[in-house]
């Protein structure tokens, strides 16, 4: 009877994909993420002027294809079921992942300009992002903290 029981809940709730399926996933995504972004060098403090914005655009001509891509495997993973709160949440944080890929796109195009005021913007825009704290919420651990971000 206990295994016939076991079976029955295992057949319950349809594909047995769970939210700890989704994190274990999206978490892996972004630990793969963290370490191609932390084995590109980044500028140098010392660069200053349009050397620094040099420095900058040569960084982040590196490092956007490895955030597009992490946030098109996030993208790409199916979403578990779970309650309002949580489905909320998530919709959320694919909304601030999107806009933090965009801001590091608009920071790279300042950077190559040469844009101080454009730099500045984006990277305002970068660091007022929830996209981690949302990730925290949901329960994202390697997606949820500050320390993931490539600049």
Known sequence: ???LTAVIAAGCGGSGYAKSDFIARADAICAGAVRQTRSI???SAAQAGSGQDRALSAYLSSVVPVLES??????ALRRPPGTRSEQITLTRWYAALAQSVASYKEL???AKRGDDQAVADAEAALGSSPVDS???RYGLRSCGTPET???
């Open 149 to 151: 971000t490539a600049v």
């Open 41 to 43: 060098s980044p500028p």
């Open 108 to 110: 790279a195009a300042a």
């Open 134 to 136: 949302l990730a925290a």
């Open 1 to 3: 009877m206990a295994l």
């Open 70 to 75: 992490e946030a098109s495997q996030l993208t």
